[in-house]
């Protein structure tokens, strides 16, 4: 799915699906990504803050390349962060600047 600068303020996505999907430069302000599945997805500048509840469920080959993050929703994200995403060639731990 194409979901580039889409907004998605304060909206529940928990349990969404977003395999493979563009989300590039997305708003993501608050909202509730508790359990989604960012598969391969290519969230690139996009705008988290606030209190987003960012704990998906699976992140594998996701791209988060310049998306600022909180620090405790990188260390989540981190703890998870396998694979390298198929489009960008980036590998998920290094799009989060992992340690």
């Known amino acids: 799915a194409k979901l580039v600068g889409a907004g998605?303020?304060?909206a529940d996505l928990s349990n969404c699906n977003?395999?493979?999907a563009n989300m590039s430069q997305t708003?993501?302000?608050m909202s509730n990504l508790k359990g989604a599945v960012l598969k391969n997805a290519i969230i690139k500048e996009a705008y988290v803050s606030g209190a987003t509840k960012m704990e998906p469920?699976?992140?594998e080959g996701a791209d988060f390349s310049d998306t600022y993050l909180r620090k405790d929703?990188?260390?989540?994200l981190c703890s998870m962060a396998t694979?390298?995403?198929p489009v960008t060639?980036?590998?998920t731990a290094e799009s989060l600047n992992c340690p």
């Open 89 to 91: 060639g980036i590998d």
């Open 18 to 20: 977003f395999t493979g």
């Open 83 to 85: 694979g390298t995403n």
């Open 27 to 29: 708003n993501l302000e």
């Open 57 to 59: 469920k699976d992140i």
């Open 73 to 76: 929703q990188l260390k989540y």
């Open 8 to 10: 998605f303020f304060d």
